[in-house]
Every structure is written in structure tokens, then in C-alpha cells.
């Protein structure tokens, strides 16, 4: 077991908690970097043992502290509040604060196929961080989650309630996705494993469904009929969400499931039709 904690920047975001839960259940030694450690989310981690401490994403002397004598980091960047520009300066500062501390292994969370040249503004971004850390110094895996499962439908839940599933995608297009469970639990195996994953980049995707299978799971599911509803991008207002739906649709992610799946057995690889169990099982 790894002596020195381990850090998860943004550890109350969606991805930050997921990792968090699964250092924490395999027994690791956490410390959160958080904006607000006084509010509830970040009391939540105190409780549970985790040393919570302040500071921001683009804040080069917050991070460098935080990292000091850490056993790994966990490494994510936005561009959904200030753009993409803001989200390459905060990888530009994780990356020389991981340097700076002579950080002996990185873990960054990028996204899938962020280093193909898709021409997706959020994909670019990220690839231009990517590029950054492979040039470095500072020991590195990254990490390439798909689409994740509790982002599945743009009506939001109530709208899966009435009976439709709202996607800016064709009913026949596969769409890869990926449970945050898997994607905390994978990247806790790298923290905690370093040595295997050095220098390797890996996308992460726990199932694929087209839209119409991903209605009649969830039809099982909640007891009512879901149709999928398509939704034309035009409708979507946001330009940088658009264009991803746009990629999804066309090429989309190229992971290979079942390989991934083969090679890492360790993980429980949730299916969609698990994680609308779960995500829906007020509705039973």
C-alpha cells in the first residue's frame, strides 16, 4: 500500500468524488483539493478522513502546496466556466506544479479520442494539455472517459419519467458511455498501481448502446414506455456541447469494449441496463 496520499484535484466534482470514494474503499490515504472547504460537500470528505485543503485549478501556488509530498495526483481541467483557453491554463498550471514538486506519477483525465484531431473545441483543449505532459518530465498515465452514463439524456430525468429520451442522436448510432463508478475505480488501480500504467494513455467506456436500446432498457426499467426523441442539433445552444454531439454522432469514440473490458477484468464494468437499475430504482 502506498504510504504518501494521494491528491484528487476537484474533488467534489463528479469525476474528483468517484475517485475519491474509490481510493478511500481501497484503503488510500486522500487529499482533496477544493475551492470551498467549508461547504458541505468538502465537510463530507473531512468526515471521512480525507485532508481537505484550498485552492484552485489555475492557481499554480495552491496546487504546488497541495502536492507537496503526495504519492500521486489526480488531475482533471473544465472548460464548461471559462472556455477552453482557461481550462489550457489550468492544465498549464497543474502540469508546472507537478513539476515544481517532483510529483512521481500523474494521473490526467482527458477525454476519448481527445488526441485525434477531432476539431472538438473541448477535445482540442485537452489535447493540447495532453501534448504538454508527454513533453514534460513529470511521470504520467491519461486517462480518456466517453460519454458518462448519468449524462445520458439532455431532458433530465423527469423527461425519461414521462417517456422520452432525449439525444441529439440517431436511434441507430452506438453510443460508448462510461459509469463514473468504473472510471473513479480504474483510475484509483493507476494511482495505486503506477509502475503498470506509466507513460500509457487508455479511453474508458463501459458499454455501448444505440438510442433505441437505451430506450427499451429503460422502458424495462421505470415500468413505462421511452421512446427516443432526436433532437436536432440546431437546438442545442451551446457551441461546445453541440459539437460533441455532432462528433457523437458522426465518427464517434473508437474504444474498443470488449478488448478493454478483457484486459481489465478487476474493474465490474457497470452496463447501461445496471446503471438504470440504479439510477431509476425509486421509480420501481
Do not use: C
Not at 149 to 172: E, K
Not at 185 to 208: H, K
Not at 248 to 260: E, I, K, N, Q, R
Request: proline share 5%; hydrophobic share 45%; aromatic share 6%.
Amino acid at each position: 500500500m502506498i504510504n504518501d496520499p494521494i491528491l484528487v484535484l476537484a474533488a467534489t466534482g463528479g469525476q474528483g468524488r468517484a475517485v475519491t470514494d474509490a481510493l478511500l474503499d481501497r484503503g488510500a490515504g486522500v487529499r482533496a483539493l477544493v475551492q470551498k472547504p467549508d461547504d458541505e460537500a468538502a465537510r463530507r470528505l473531512a468526515d471521512r478522513g480525507v485532508e481537505v485543503v484550498a485552492g484552485s485549478l489555475s492557481d499554480q501556488a495552491s496546487l504546488a502546496a497541495a502536492m507537496q509530498g503526495v504519492a500521486g495526483v489526480f488531475a482533471y481541467t473544465t472548460p464548461f466556466v471559462d472556455g477552453v483557453e482557461a481550462e489550457v491554463a489550468q492544465g498549464q498550471a497543474i502540469l508546472a506544479a507537478a513539476g515544481e514538486q517532483r510529483v512521481p506519477h500523474l494521473v490526467f483525465s482527458s477525454l476519448a479520442n481527445a488526441d485525434q484531431g477531432t476539431g472538438v473545441p473541448i477535445f482540442e483543449s485537452k489535447a493540447r494539455i495532453e501534448a504538454q505532459l508527454a513533453s514534460g518530465d513529470v511521470p504520467y498515465t491519461i486517462l480518456g472517459p466517453t460519454s458518462f452514463l448519468d449524462m445520458v439524456n439532455l431532458g433530465g430525468a423527469q423527461r425519461i419519467l414521462s417517456g422520452a429520451l432525449d439525444m441529439p442522436l440517431h436511434s441507430d448510432k452506438p453510443l460508448k458511455q462510461l459509469a463514473r463508478t468504473d472510471h473513479g475505480a480504474f483510475a484509483a488501480g493507476v494511482l495505486l498501481n503506477p509502475t503498470r500504467y506509466v507513460g500509457q494513455r487508455i479511453n474508458l467506456a463501459s458499454d455501448e448502446n444505440t438510442p433505441t436500446q437505451m430506450a427499451a432498457t429503460l422502458s424495462a426499467t421505470v415500468g413505462t414506455k421511452v421512446r427516443h426523441e432526436y433532437i436536432p442539433l440546431t437546438q442545442v445552444e451551446n457551441s461546445d456541447v453541440r459539437s460533441v454531439w455532432a462528433f457523437l454522432d458522426g465518427p464517434g469514440y473508437t474504444v474498443d469494449v470488449p478488448a478493454l473490458h478483457a484486459a481489465h477484468p478487476e474493474i465490474a464494468w457497470t452496463s447501461f441496463a445496471d446503471w438504470t437499475r440504479s439510477a431509476f430504482s425509486a421509480a420501481d
